[in-house]
């Protein structure tokens, strides 16, 4: 026998509900609405979605005969079916960073470069955000936005540009750009979970994608500020 519409929209929304109770580690015994709110904050498919979310637990309670699911009382509309499946696919099976909007061509510079050499860099390869190595280790990722503003901050000081330039090393400016900037994390990094850390720190420039999220390994991928539009048009489609 096919599948009902109510079936299948019981199924997702079970889904959903088990998942987010499991992995935020909520009593099991939390109402769905009260587990949508905690969720808000955490999970950027649920922020995106809460209003749906919202009225679907309470269209749950509306299509089921107390609390048995195997007495429907009432058809779900099939817009609303695609919907919840679309939600509790993102939430279960999101696409990963590594596979579309990371850039794996990464561009890394060693930590004794000269800044005049770093710039040149940035400009030919049109990229503003390059990890740093001191050998294997990652120290910083340089940014072209606070290579400029140090830079200024230098000349006004009454440095020489040509001494900026010449004998400062991108190390020395790491400090400048310190780890509230950039993070690193393993090739199984989540577009979901990639926009929740958007999200939660607007000071975020870059994620640094290593194949298990250790300082020590080299990038497979590098996710910037200038992907979020991208990865929210995929989820949309995904």
């Known amino acids: 026998?096919?599948?009902?519409?109510?079936?299948?929209?019981?199924?997702?929304?079970?889904?959903?509900?088990?998942?987010?109770?499991?992995?935020?580690?909520?009593?099991?015994?939390?109402?769905?609405?009260?587990?949508?709110?905690?969720?808000?904050?955490?999970?950027?498919?649920?922020?995106?979605?809460?209003?749906?979310?919202?009225?679907?637990?309470?269209?749950?309670?509306?299509i089921i005969h107390n609390s048995n699911e195997d007495i429907v009382i009432a058809e779900p509309h099939e817009s609303v079916v695609e919907n919840i499946e679309h939600i509790e696919k993102l939430i279960n099976k999101p696409p990963l960073v590594l596979d579309t909007v990371a850039r794996k061509d990464v561009l890394t510079c060693e930590a004794n470069a000269k800044m005049k050499d770093v710039i040149i860099m940035m400009t030919k390869s049109k990229y503003s955000n390059i990890p740093v190595y001191d050998g294997e280790q990652l120290i910083g990722i340089a940014n072209g936005q606070k290579i400029l503003d140090s830079f200024g901050q230098f000349i006004l000081a009454g440095g020489k540009a040509d001494v900026f330039l010449s004998n400062v090393k991108?190390?020395?400016?790491?400090?400048?750009?310190?780890?509230?900037y950039y993070l690193v994390k393993n090739a199984k990094l989540s577009l979901e979970d990639s926009l929740n850390a958007f999200h939660d720190n607007p000071k975020l420039l870059a994620i640094l994608i290593t194949k298990t999220g250790k300082m020590k390994e080299r990038p497979l991928g590098i996710m910037t500020g200038k992907d979020v539009i991208e990865a929210n048009a995929i989820l949309e489609k995904y």
């Open 170 to 180: 991108i190390e020395d400016m790491l400090s400048a750009i310190n780890n509230d």
């Open 1 to 62: 026998m096919p599948t009902t519409n109510a079936k299948r929209f019981l199924k997702a929304f079970n889904n959903i509900e088990y998942s987010l109770k499991t992995r935020y580690d909520f009593n099991r015994a939390m109402g769905f609405s009260e587990l949508i709110r905690k969720t808000v904050s955490l999970n950027y498919v649920v922020r995106k979605y809460e209003d749906d979310l919202v009225d679907y637990g309470r269209l749950r309670n509306a």
